[in-house]
């Protein structure tokens, strides 16, 4: 009997403790344009620098969509768009049922069986999950994914916990609930879907092959949905050096922006070397997360800007506002200022055109990076995005798109904005 108490309360400090670490996890966007992000880091980044040093573990830190990168596919945009939508629907629902299990106890209503609960039984957890995969896509790092699928299996152990206590507490009236509803969908739908809902004594070998099955499901998405992001963009590579847009629409100005790049004097002012493989991120000038891929100055320290709160409310509520948003606006809520004017005193690049027009702007930045492949070979293409490649930031150059002019051209630390934080690749 002791022994049966103390796996239950494992059980239930381990689920606990796990949705803790997912929500740290997963939460990392919101802590790192935080004023708070290097106590974050000081944490958490010798644990992504053990993580990245091992070739069995350095996945964990890479992500698994085009987080920084416009999804260019109508597939990409609706998983993108279903985070959002996961995030929000999966939190609200948690708060309805949290509030009906929680009341019903204070009330002494007695077994929760109304709402979600007519249905099936733990509509939190089934709450949970939605929102954590939403959050997941929202901030698709594989070590996100993993904690993921360890709170999926803790609290699908805690979930056959609870209804052996309901039952033992309220006998026949809970085995008769159970009978007409799911575990987790509706019993409708649960023959189709069935497997680990079964309460049975004989079901008992699923406790084993249910969280391999749902480590292999959720891990195994996260390499399918990367498989297809890497797929789905579009590279050019000439001499060594491959260029990737973040719009898609870019992607017909890498050859001016190659031309530009690839001049002899150009190549000597950033650091260019003829054996070395490079990848150049074609943006447009005030992309505002650019810092993530290099140390491009001030307002790229988004940690020091204090716009945590409407950055993450655009990027659940608006899913492409950080690149689709007019750069006079970007600049206009960095710097207090009417939009309207904010390009004639705030460009980024130093133009002061009062007539000039951010959405036909013809410059655009290419940050670029040395690649340093694992085994000392050579990478273009999708391969510069291979895991366990590492991504050294070198120069940035501001070009103008239609003739390859280059207006600046400015050598980088060898780091981020966050420093040696591993940032998204793609």
């Known amino acids: 009997m002791l022994r049966k108490k103390l796996e239950e309360r494992i059980t239930k400090v381990s689920a606990r403790i796990s949705i ?22 000081s944490v958490f980044n010798p644990i992504f620098h053990w993580l990245d040093k091992y070739r069995a573990t350095s996945w964990l830190t890479t992500f698994f969509l085009p987080h920084m990168i416009l999804p260019p596919t109508l597939f990409l ?28 106890k204070i009330f002494k209503w007695g077994i929760a069986s109304r709402g979600l609960y007519l249905y099936i039984r733990h509509p939190q957890y089934l709450a949970l999950a939605i929102w ?46 159970m009978s007409r509803t799911g575990m987790f969908v509706p019993k409708r739908i649960g023959g189709y879907v069935a497997f680990g809902q079964s309460s049975s004594a004989k079901s008992s070998w699923r406790y084993a092959v249910v969280p391999l099955l749902i480590i292999g499901i959720v891990i ?5 949905l990367r498989a297809v992001s890497l797929s789905s963009l579009s590279f050019v590579t000439k001499d060594k050096v491959t260029l990737v847009s973040l719009l898609p629409e870019d992607n017909i ?23 070395k493989d490079y ?3 074609v943006m447009p000038v005030d992309y505002i997360m650019q810092g993530m891929i290099a140390d491009t100055g001030g307002e790229s320290h988004l940690f020091k800007q204090h716009h945590t709160i409407a950055m993450i409310s655009d990027w659940v509520l608006h899913p492409f506002q950080h690149l689709r948003a007019s750069p006079s606006l970007h600049m206009a809520q960095m710097h207090h200022v009417d939009p309207a004017v ?3 005193h705030h460009c980024p690049i130093g133009l002061k055109d009062p007539g000039g027009d951010c959405d036909t702007c013809v410059y655009r930045r290419v940050i670029l990076v040395e690649i340093e ?10 391969g510069v995005f291979s895991i366990g490649v590492k991504r050294v930031p070198i120069s940035f150059v501001d070009i103008n798109v239609k003739t390859g002019e280059i207006l600046e051209a400015v050598k980088v630390q060898r780091s981020t904005a966050w420093q040696d934080v591993p940032t998204p690749g793609i």
């Open 132 to 177: 954590g995969i939403g959050l997941s896509i929202l901030w698709p790092r594989f070590i996100v994914l993993a904690s993921l699928s360890l709170m999926l299996v803790l609290y699908y152990f805690l979930s056959k916990d609870e209804e052996r206590r309901m039952l033992k507490q309220h006998g026949k009236a809970y085995q008769d609930y």
């Open 77 to 104: 945009k609706a998983v993108r768009v279903l985070g959002s939508v996961c995030f929000i629907a999966g939190s609200l629902t948690f708060i309805i049922c949290a509030l009906q299990v929680y009341l019903g």
């Open 342 to 344: 904010a390009r004639r």
């Open 373 to 382: 492949p694992n085994d000392g070979g050579n990478l273009s293409g999708a």
């Open 220 to 224: 195994g998405t996260g390499f399918l």
């Open 20 to 41: 803790v670490v997912f929500f740290i996890m997963a939460f990392e966007i919101m802590i790192m344009i935080s004023p708070f992000a290097f106590f974050f880091y």
């Open 279 to 281: 990848l150049g991120y």
């Open 253 to 275: 100005l890498s050859p001016n922006v190659l031309k530009g790049i690839l001049r002899k004097s150009t190549r000597t002012s950033i650091g260019l070397e003829e054996d």
